[in-house]
T-cell receptor, first 112, second 115 residues
Framework: RKEVEQDPGPFNVPEGATVAFNCTYSNSASQSFFWYRQDCRKEPKLLMSVYSSGNEDGRFTAQLNRASQYISLLIRDSKLSDSATYLCVVNYGSGNTGKLIFGQGTTLQVKP | DAGVIQSPRHEVTEMGQEVTLRCKPISGHDYLFWYRQTMMRGLELLIY????????DSGMPEDRFSAKMPNASFSTLKIQPSEPRDSAVYFC?????????????FGPGTRLTVL
């Protein structure tokens, strides 16, 4: 079983739609969770951290369910510029080792 | 402020040749990571350093791969001899561990093609 699993998609949605991505992780001791964004032929960049209580950044909402080892990202009012691959990321181990495990990524294509 | 710098950006080489990829992390960062990304396998961690010391090289595919970090501002990833299956994008990333927050900053990557 992969340490971080995501549905690769692609998700094809119209502008203005709401779309949700899910991710599961295998190590129950993981403490830090993130969503990274990767544009085509570019490097990954941090989109947002995921906190236990859930957090929101504009149109983006991240949720964490520790009991189910499940992370989600919700994008409201999708824009063409949201088209990218979204990577679910989990820290390795129980402490803060600096090492992150990346999921395979979910591809989003927003169409006009 | 310069981000992570990688060179070369593109490398095309023939099977059996030695390839050296270079990375300059963000000044002040104490962690450096080398990743490989392919369509089939996604983003894989190859090796990472903390304060110039290799911490975990379990992701290095085989003895053909080696990495060094002689000082805080420079690291290399070497493949010798290269094979077609090594074709991928190689990313270097750096971070500064502060509490529970450890955002990794990636370089633009080196796109390697081995013919």
């Amino acid at each position: 079983r992969k340490e971080v699993e995501q549905d690769p998609g692609p998700f094809n949605v119209p502008e203005g739609a709401t779309v949700a991505f899910n991710c599961t992780y295998s190590n129950s001791a993981s403490q830090s969770f993130f969503w990274y964004r990767q544009d085509c032929r570019k490097e990954p960049k941090l989109l947002m951290s995921v906190y236990s209580s859930g957090n929101e950044d504009g149109r983006f909402t991240a949720q964490l369910n520790r009991a189910s080892q499940y992370i989600s990202l919700l994008i409201r009012d999708s824009k063409l510029s949201d088209s990218a691959t979204y990577l679910c990321v989990v820290n390795y181990g129980s402490g803060n080792t600096g090492k992150l495990i990346f999921g395979q990524g979910t591809t989003l294509q927003v169409k006009p | 402020d310069a981000g992570v710098i990688q060179s070369p950006r593109h490398e095309v080489t023939e099977m059996g040749q030695e390839v050296t990829l270079r990375c300059k992390p963000i000044s002040g960062h104490d962690y450096l990571f080398w990743y490989r990304q392919t369509m089939m396998r996604g983003l894989e961690l190859l090796i990472y350093f903390n304060n110039n010391v290799p911490i975990d090289d379990s992701g290095m595919p085989e003895d053909r791969f080696s990495a060094k970090m002689p000082n805080a501002s420079f690291s290399t990833l070497k493949i010798q001899p290269s094979e077609p299956r090594d074709s991928a994008v190689y990313f270097c990333a750096s971070s500064y561990l502060s509490g529970a927050y450890n955002e990794q900053f990636f370089g633009p990557g080196t796109r390697l093609t081995v013919l």
